[in-house]
């Protein structure tokens, strides 16, 4: 955990040192998050890569987290951030157990609350640079929803972060129907997942995928998908101009 | 209860270790008039005398909705318990924008009974005057809560509180057990009957009795005066009739007996305050 030793600078929209204290870019990013609804709950997979700008630092990264007993978040975008965020929501769980009264935070309270956080952050210029998917179930119910770092929020029956957007989606919205069985679902997931291994440059070959149903959380082993680059104008691609690389 | 040296303020123990300010307070939650709860397992409802100042004024709000799924209805130093209900309702709506879900009633309760600890705390504080019956819904289902001035709390299947509420509690405590069942007209039935014990020989109206519910699927409301009315004719009609003219004589005796405010609460032996109702 990092501390900052807060310096009351003022006004960050008046004084210039005060921009030290706000978010002005992101650092250690993780890339896309894809998530669907299905029979039983909720499938998320993410990759488990923390770029540092261009460079492929951390492989490591656990980007989805149980919160409670009925949710699971995922995020992409500044790792940091989504550790405090996962303070936040760490001691809300806390107090909400601590009631001990029959009553719990469900996935639409959590996503809420997050939604009111990221939008809060976003109107004091100071936003948490990430993208969050929030899944769970409670009382038989799915729910399935996503907050910007600018504080938009939905929900939807699919949902993806980032460059999940523009690969991942399409394919759900074709393919996607609501009885998707569990290996259904997982060989879906698998499919954007590919997609965006091959596409996207922050990606990485080392993925996790995570279920939550009725029964709670269970976040996979991570593992590598098999992927094929034996395409012939792969091979020689300088053929067709000769000095280039 | 008597004045002695340990009652001036609330911070003074007795020496048997009593709070007397505290247990004043809980005094003029006794003066107010009635309030009635009574739940089953889906289902609250709130009922309460209507208390007129004089015949010329209206008469004082006892119940309010603090939100579709939790309602309260108070009894003492209404004044306090206008300010303990929007309280109450800041709660809720900051919880429901935030969290996009209902405040779980049992969680409020708990809020407006360590407000009330405050107050009988700090030297500069008095404990708030007001008893609260705070019925609503959580994920358990429907439940009822009596708040009062000490800071605690307790639960109910049924309760009633203020002036006469002991005949009310007599009532409800021979049919309480069969509460959890009821069907939501019965629960109506029960909660009207129990203010007429209230009333003691007053002819029963529908202008005298306010009632409220709140449910599983209904959010609170009031119901309006006809319904209302109905509910009392299904066993009032007969007995109504013979007793009409007998009731009219005693409620005016007892009008020229009270003190300035026409006011039925306490004794009839203290003077009760305007403020209280």
Same mark, same amino acid.
């Given at each position: 955990m990092t501390f900052t030793i807060p310096i009351d600078n003022g006004d960050a929209l008046k004084n210039a040192e005060a921009d030290s204290q706000r978010t002005l870019y992101p650092y250690v990013t993780g890339t896309s998050?894809? $998530?669907?609804? &299905?029979?039983?709950?909720?499938?998320? $997979?993410?990759?488990?890569?923390?770029? &540092?700008?261009?460079?492929? +630092? &951390?492989?490591?990264?656990? +980007?989805?987290?149980a919160i409670g007993k009925h949710s699971l978040l995922g995020a992409s975008g500044e790792i940091s951030d989504f550790q405090e965020i996962l303070r936040y929501l760490d001691e809300l769980v806390l107090n909400d157990n601590m009631w001990d009264d029959g009553n719990s935070l469900g996935p639409k309270e959590v996503h809420n609350y997050l939604t009111r956080v990221m939008y809060n952050r976003r109107n004091k210029f100071n936003p948490l640079w990430n993208t969050l998917v929030l899944g769970g179930v409670k009382n038989g119910e799915s729910y399935l929803g996503m907050v910007s770092m600018i504080g938009v929020s939905f929900e939807d029956n699919h949902v993806a972060t980032g460059f999940g957007n523009h690969l991942a989606r399409p394919i759900l919205r074709d393919e996607w129907r609501a009885d998707l069985s569990f290996e259904e679902g997982v060989k879906l997931l698998e499919k954007c997942m590919r997609v965006l291994l091959y596409r996207d440059r922050s990606a990485i070959n080392k993925l996790q995928i995570a279920k939550i149903t009725e029964e709670g959380v269970t976040v996979s082993q991570p593992y590598s998908l098999k992927t094929f680059w034996e395409f012939s104008a792969f091979h020689n691609p300088t053929a067709g101009a000769q000095g280039s690389w | 209860m008597f004045r002695n040296q340990y009652d001036t303020d609330v911070t003074t123990w007795s020496p048997t270790g009593r709070l007397f300010q505290v247990e004043y307070a809980m005094e003029a939650v006794k003066q107010g008039s009635a309030a009635i709860g009574l739940r089953s397992r889906s289902h609250v409802v709130l009922a309460c005398v209507n208390k007129a100042q004089s015949e010329l004024s209206s008469h004082q709000k006892k119940i309010f909705k603090v939100d579709d799924h939790i309602g309260v209805a108070i009894a003492g130093l209404t004044a306090d318990g206008r300010v303990l209900s929007r309280y109450m309702r800041s709660e809720s709506i900051n919880h429901s924008f935030t969290y996009e879900s209902p405040l779980p009633v049992g969680r409020l309760v708990v809020h407006l009974a360590d407000k009330a600890q405050v107050c009988t705390q700090r030297s500069w504080k008095r404990p708030y005057g007001v008893g609260l019956l705070v019925g609503g819904l959580d994920e358990s289902g429907a439940h009822l809560y009596y708040n009062c001035p000490s800071g605690s709390y307790f639960e109910y299947q049924a309760f009633a509180i203020g002036s006469r509420s002991q005949a009310a509690k007599t009532y409800l405590e021979r049919r309480f057990e069969s509460f959890g069942d009821s069907s939501r007209e019965d629960l109506i039935k029960d909660a009207i009957l129990a203010v007429r014990e209230t009333l003691q020989g007053e002819t029963l109206k529908s202008s005298l009795c306010t009632v409220s519910i709140l449910g599983v699927g209904e959010p609170f409301h009031f119901l309006d005066q006809e319904t209302i009315q109905n509910v009392i004719d299904t066993f009032e009609k007969v007995a109504e009739e013979e007793e009409g003219e007998a009731g009219e004589g005693e409620a005016e005796g007892e009008a020229a007996a009270a003190a300035a405010p026409a006011e039925q609460g306490g004794s009839g032996d203290q003077d009760v305050a305007p403020m209280e109702m």
């Open positions: 998050i894809v $998530a669907i609804k &299905y029979k039983d709950g909720v499938l998320m $997979a993410s990759d488990m890569g923390g770029s &540092y700008g261009s460079t492929l +630092r &951390y492989k490591n990264i656990e +980007r989805m987290q | -």
